[in-house]
Each structure stands twice: as structure tokens, then as C-alpha cells.
């Protein structure tokens, strides 16, 4: 509690009021106390000079003797005071301190202070006696604090006497010294400097208590405050005091349960919005108005290889390209959107760059939303490309036919040479029909509505048969069909009229680019869990750049596209071995010929299922 | 990465198909080491409307085809937004779309607004102008 500053103020304060209190108090009290103390001592002694007085007026009527007046007059020590009495303005009678103790040397300097004081008195006998009235006054004197001094004149009720003009005949003095008034005071004054003092220690503990009252709720409201700032919403101040106090808490814990209302619902749509920009496909990214990067979400950081953002925000550490961060700064600090295109590597962006404003219209900085459009610019680019070569493949035998039939239309044609033009029109006609076959098929698969029955199928008896059929054909061309078959071939789970088909297609390609003399080798070889099939020719090979392609449609080797084939026999293959759930690839070595290999998974236990790919997939 | 001292051939195009022959143009004036940029600025209301974000699009991939750095700026004060785009980088060419006779109350403001910089005005015949001082084209 003593570490609290509020509490030692509040303590220090009240410590000060108290000591101020007790201050003020003697301040005010000496003055005061110092006049009702003369005051009270003046009365005193004016009563004991009247005494005097009727009883030197006694004397002087002869009713008493001056020895008993003496007597009656007696020392100091009778009447706390010295008396000096006055015969008009002369010196009858005084009184000095009397003590048996004293020796004559004392008692003789007692006598001179007392004439010494009466010569004093003199002037003030005088006043008295002309004017009648009792007179009080203090003397100062440099041996000692000085008198309190009552003079009283002596107007006798007979007549008589020589009076003056006020009717006294005389006054009477008493003179009490003036250290016995302070040491009456100064006692009361340190009487009440300890009653003060032990005041203060007695009030110590209940100050302290009415301290630790008034600052605890203060200290509890701190507490709560610093809670809300570490985004405790939930702690609550006292309300238990019925005061300024109490409702100050109350004020309190209301801000506080409307924070937590407001922020929970901040953090709720931070948190939405948060989701929807983790969501996004797009890359978002933006920055203040001093350029720093304040936000890049996941997408963003994923396109540019990051998994957070990086250090010190660091713009260009995520994209290092000062140019599109300019663009970035101009809309912050212009306020004007653009839209622009951005490449990174092979990936194509467009992005729109937004200003960020405040609801009082200040630019508070800049948004980019990165649109990945390589995917799309790559669809654009294939559907060009198809349009183009379907458009071309048609043409070509479109065109020969158009040809033959006008040449045989005009008559031109001689009987002769017409069978022969007749059989141009069937082989383009049949170019054209295989090439709307083909079209057909691949888009019959690509569009992954084709169900695929597979069975177990004996791959000895598959690629024996194959090369039983497919000899002589390849032996018309001067080209020799080999088969590479290991011994226990295992049987392979497929289809085996799709595995027939993907094997035509590779033989086919395979006699194209064969010279004759050149041979072709069916082959297999048992893996673990599959059967590799493989088909290698010695043909003229294919040239590296173009072995990503070979799969694509409409790719030909032969950029002339002068060659008989379609295009689409390799594209067929893939989406038969993918539908399949195979895998297909190309190996080759340009001038030494190609190898086309696939896979085809062994028998194992599972019964005769039913593939339907879902391309959406 | 463009630097600011890699020179470079502004390519100035609005929103329409026809500007693609400019950025043609602006390519085939590239010389070795020079950076091809093309440049729009469109009114800023213009941003919610789709009217011509299709040829935009259009000149966006061309411009993509052809390597080049494409921007649309949406503001209102275009000569001020075309002399902040010109001082960030070192523009040794401009090239620029215009009328059959290759004058325009634009081109004359072009070529007060930057006299220092040489600007080749493409005529819709693809033609190609050279601004002189007066504004005038010449072929």
C-alpha cells in the first residue's frame, strides 16, 4: 500500500491538514490566551488594590493603626504581586518579597528593585490621580520580562482630605511580573502542544485507515483499467461505496462491458474478414501510408514462396520489384486506382491497386488484389491453339477433296485417272472421318463420363496376341516387331481392350518415325505392385524440346503436319492411362529412337470394380 | 525489373481495340536496351463501368504477348499523372495515337507539356508521324 502513490499523497495530505491544523491552532491560540491571561490577572490584581485602598482610606481615618495596616499590607508573597501605595503621587507604602532565607544583602536589593519600580510608577500615580479611573499597563524593563501593572486611585467616601480634582487622594499599584503570567502560559501552551501531538499520534491510524478507504476502490478501478488494456474486458471495479467513488466504478465497468461488446464484434468481423481474405485465391497485399507492408494473405505469400510476412515488413522482400511498390505509393498518396499487368517468373498477374481511405477521406495507404491469370491466359492460349489445328486439320482434307470433286465436276478429269481420283476423295474422306473419330474419343474422355470395366487380364496372352496381329504389318515396312516378355509375366488388373488400344496408338507412332530395317520392341517388366510396359523403336527419336509436347494435342514432331497421323493418337493414350489410373511417360534420344512406357497395376485381391473418373475433380 | 536507367518507349492508349497497333508500333521502335511501357489513364469514374474494360483487357494481353509493362491509371488529371509516370522513368519515346491528319488538340498539349521528349504519333493506316515543335506531324 506504501508503494501506492495515490495512498502517500492522500496520507501525506491528511498528515499535513493535521500538522497545519495544530500550527494555525498556536498561532492563533498564543495572542489570544496572552491577552485573557492579562486580562484575568489585571482583574485579579484590581480587586486586591481596591482591597488595599479601603484599607489605607482606614488608616488614613484613624480607624486602624499603621502597623496593622502594615501588617494587613504584609509581603509579595500575600498577594502574588508587589503593592505600592501612593499618597497623592508620593510613596507611603510597598511591598517587597519576603523569605526567611534571604540575607539583608538580598533583602536590601529586593528594597532598591521595589523604589526602582515605584520611581517607575510615578507618572502613571500621577495619571491615576488626576483622572481617577483604574489604570493597567505592563513596563518593560531590561532586567527581567517586566510588569503587568493595576493602578486604582484611593477616593475616600469622607470628607476631609485633600483630593484632587477626580476626588482620590491617592492610588494604589500592584505590580505582578510578567514571567509569572508566560509561565503560566507557556504551560498551557505545552499542555496543549502534547494534547496536539498525541491528537496527531491518535489520529495516525484511522487517517491511515480513511487513506487506505478512499484510494483501495481507486486502486481496484487501476487494476481494472490495466486488465482492460491487456484485453481482459471481463474484470469489474467495486461499486460498493454509495459515492462519487462507487459511481465512478460503475462507469467503469459499464465503458468496460461496452468494449467488450464492441471489440468482440470487432474481432468477430476481423476475424470474418480475415477467413475471407485467407480464403481468397487472389493475393492481396497492402501498406500504410509510409509504403510498409501491413497485410499479405496466405495466397499472396504462397504465389511468392513465403509462408508469413517477412521481417521489419519488408516489401521488397516479398515481391522484389521496386516499380509495382511505386505503384503502390502513388495510389496511396495520390488517391488514384490502377489496374496494371504484373509478371513474375513464368506466372502472369494482373493487379488492381486501390488507395485506402479513412471515413474522414485521408489516405491511410494502399490495397492490391494480384489476379493469377497464367492459368487462364494458358487456357486462352490452348483453345487458340485447338481452334487453329482442328481448323487446319480439317482443312487440309476438306481442301484435297474439295479439289477432286471440282477437277471431276468440270470434267476435267480423264477416265483414266478418275478411279484414281475417286480412291484420293475415300482416303481423305477417311483422313478426315479418323480425325472426327478422334476428336470424338478424346473429348469423350477428357470429358471423364466413360466408365472403364476392369478385369484381370493375362498380359502374356495380351502382348502374344498383340504381336501375332501386328507382325506382318510391321514386316511390310521392312521393320521388325519384337517381344522382350519376361518368364511368369504376372497378370494385371485392367482393361484389356483399352491396353490393345494404347498399344495400337504407340505401335502405330512407332512405325511412322521407324525407317525401314529399324526395329520395334514390345517389352514388359514385373515391378512390385505393377506390370512397366514399354514400346521402343529405333526411329529417328524426338528432339528434347519437344518431349514436355508429345502428349499434347494437335503436337507433331513433323512441324510441317505433312504426316498422316491426326494429331491426337499420344493425347488418346494419356487419357486412356489416366482414366485407368496408370501412369504413361515418354523417354528418348534424338537419332536413336524413342521409348513409350506404361504402367498397368497386378492382380491382387480386390474383386471387378467399375472406374468412373470425375474430371471435375 | 525496370531501372531508371533503362530508357524507355511510353506507349500512350485508351480504351479501345484499335490502340493494340500502337503498342505494335511502340515495339517495333524498341531498340536494344530499351524497356517498352504502355500507359492508359482513364477517368476515374470510368473504373465502375465495364464500357471498353473488354478492349482494355485486350491491349493487357497484347502487352503481356509483346513483354511489355501495362498500366491503367484511373485520374482525373491526366497530363499531371502522365508527368508523375514520366519522372519515375527515363522516357526516350513517346508514341501515341491519333486522327487521319496526325493533330490533335491533345498532341499540341503532348508537345508543350514535354518538349524534350520525341513522340511518334501512329495514324489509324498505321502509319507512323514524328511530332514536331509546332505540334504539326510529320510522316
Not at chain 1, 490566551?33 to 490577572?41: D, K, P
Not at chain 1, 462519487?244 to 462507469?251: D, M, P, V
Not at chain 1, 480464403?279 to 500504410?288: K, R, Y
Not at chain 1, 477521406?361 to 487453329?388: C, K, N, P, W
Amino acid at each position: 500500500m506504501l508503494k501506492s502513490g495515490l495512498f502517500r499523497n492522500t496520507f501525506t495530505l491528511v498528515l499535513v491538514a493535521l500538522l497545519l491544523f495544530a500550527a494555525l491552532t498556536m498561532g492563533i491560540f498564543l495572542p489570544i490566551a496572552r491577552r485573557e491571561f492579562s486580562e484575568i490577572y489585571s482583574e485579579e490584581l484590581t480587586q486586591k488594590a481596591n482591597y488595599l485602598s479601603t484599607h489605607f482610606v482606614s488608616y488614613l481615618l484613624g480607624l486602624q493603626t499603621l502597623d496593622s495596616f502594615k501588617a494587613r499590607v504584609g509581603n509579595n508573597s500575600a498577594w502574588g504581586a508587589q503593592a505600592f501605595i501612593f499618597y497623592g503621587t508620593e510613596l507611603e507604602i510597598y511591598t517587597i518579597a519576603a523569605s526567611t532565607s534571604d540575607t539583608a544583602e538580598t533583602q536590601e536589593a529586593a528594597r532598591l528593585g521595589a523604589l526602582a519600580l515605584a520611581e517607575e510608577l510615578k507618572p502613571y500615580a500621577a495619571t491615576v490621580l488626576e483622572s481617577g479611573v483604574t489604570a493597567t499597563t505592563t513596563l518593560s524593563q531590561p532586567r527581567n520580562s517586566g510588569y503587568i501593572v493595576v493602578g486604582v486611585p484611593i477616593i475616600p467616601s469622607e470628607t476631609g482630605f485633600i483630593v484632587s480634582e477626580s476626588g482620590a487622594i491617592g492610588s494604589v499599584f500592584m505590580a505582578k511580573p510578567l514571567t509569572e503570567v508566560n509561565t503560566s502560559l507557556s504551560g498551557l501552551t505545552l499542555a496543549l502542544l502534547i494534547s496536539m501531538f498525541a491528537v496527531l499520534i491518535l489520529m495516525l491510524l484511522p487517517s491511515i485507515g480513511a487513506t487506505r478507504f478512499l484510494v483501495k476502490p481507486i486502486n481496484q478501478m487501476k487494476d481494472v483499467s490495466l486488465a482492460m488494456a491487456a484485453g481482459n474486458f471481463s474484470a469489474r471495479a467495486s461499486t460498493n461505496q454509495n459515492n462519487e467513488i462507487g459511481e465512478l466504478g460503475s462507469s467503469l465497468n459499464f465503458l468496460a462491458e461496452r468494449l467488450s461488446t464492441t471489440i468482440n464484434a470487432l474481432q468477430v468481423e476481423r476475424n470474418r474478414l480475415e477467413l475471407i481474405l485467407n480464403g481468397l485465391s487472389e493475393g492481396i497485399a497492402a501498406v500504410d501510408s509510409n509504403g510498409a507492408l501491413t497485410l499479405a494473405n496466405p495466397a499472396l505469400l504462397s504465389a511468392f514462396g513465403l509462408s508469413s510476412l517477412p521481417e521489419n515488413a519488408d516489401r521488397l522482400a516479398l515481391i522484389s520489384d521496386p516499380d509495382l511498390w511505386a505503384d503502390f505509393d502513388n495510389a496511396a498518396h495520390k488517391g488514384d486506382p490502377l489496374f496494371r499487368n504484373f509478371k513474375w517468373g513464368n506466372r502472369v498477374y494482373r493487379v488492381m491497386i486501390s488507395p485506402l481511405e479513412s471515413e474522414a477521406d485521408r489516405l491511410m495507404g494502399a490495397v492490391g488484389i494480384f489476379h493469377d491469370i497464367t492459368e487462364s491466359e494458358r487456357l486462352e492460349q490452348t483453345r487458340r491453339e485447338y481452334v487453329a489445328n482442328v481448323s487446319h486439320e480439317l482443312r487440309t482434307p476438306v481442301a484435297a477433296i474439295r479439289g477432286f470433286a471440282e477437277a471431276l465436276n468440270d470434267g476435267m478429269v480423264k477416265e483414266e485417272a478418275r478411279q484414281k481420283y475417286y480412291c484420293h476423295i475415300l482416303r481423305e474422306s477417311m483422313r478426315l472421318s479418323r480425325l472426327i473419330d478422334d476428336l470424338l474419343e478424346l473429348s469423350r474422355l477428357q470429358s471423364g463420363a466413360v466408365a472403364f470395366e476392369k478385369a484381370p487380364v493375362d498380359t502374356r496372352d495380351l502382348l502374344l496376341s498383340f504381336v501375332d496381329c501386328y507382325h506382318a504389318r510391321a514386316n511390310e515396312v521392312g521393320i521388325e516387331l519384337r517381344l522382350d516378355l519376361p518368364e511368369n509375366c504376372p497378370p494385371v488388373f485392367s482393361n484389356a481392350d483399352r491396353i490393345d488400344q494404347v498399344l495400337v496408338i504407340l505401335f502405330d507412332n512407332a512405325l511412322k518415325f521407324t525407317p525401314e530395317g529399324g526395329a520395334i520392341t514390345l517389352g514388359a517388366a514385373v515391378e512390385s505392385d505393377c506390370v512397366v510396359l514399354s514400346l521402343t523403336d529405333t526411329g529417328c527419336g524426338i528432339a528434347k524440346d519437344d518431349l514436355p509436347h508429345v502428349f499434347d494435342r494437335f503436337f507433331k514432331a513433323d512441324k510441317s503436319h505433312t504426316g498422316s497421323g491426326t494429331g491426337l493418337g499420344l493425347s488418346i493414350a494419356r487419357e486412356i492411362m489416366q482414366l485407368l489410373g496408370e501412369r504413361i511417360w515418354v523417354t528418348s534420344e534424338e537419332g536413336k529412337g524413342t521409348r513409350f512406357c506404361f504402367t498397368l497395376r497386378r492382380v491382387q485381391t480386390e474383386p471387378t470394380q467399375l472406374t468412373l473418373t470425375d474430371r471435375s475433380e | 525489373m525496370a531501372s531508371n536507367d533503362i530508357g524507355v518507349v511510353l506507349v500512350l492508349v485508351t480504351n479501345q481495340l484499335s490502340c493494340e497497333r500502337l503498342i505494335r508500333a511502340g515495339n517495333d521502335l524498341l531498340k536494344k536496351g530499351q524497356e517498352l511501357r504502355i500507359l492508359s489513364i482513364c477517368p476515374k469514374h470510368s473504373l465502375r463501368q465495364h464500357e471498353g474494360m473488354e478492349a482494355l483487357d485486350h491491349l493487357l494481353a497484347v502487352s503481356d504477348e509483346v513483354g511489355a509493362k501495362m498500366a491503367i491509371y484511373y485520374s482525373d488529371s491526366a497530363i499531371e499523372t502522365l508527368q508523375m509516370s514520366i519522372s519515375r522513368w527515363k522516357v526516350d519515346r513517346m508514341v501515341v495515337g491519333s486522327n487521319p491528319s496526325g493533330t490533335s488538340m491533345f498532341l499540341a498539349a503532348l508537345r508543350t507539356a514535354f518538349p524534350q521528349i520525341p513522340i511518334t504519333v501512329v495514324l489509324p493506316d498505321c502509319r507512323r508521324v514524328e511530332l514536331e515543335e509546332s505540334g504539326q506531324g510529320k510522316v
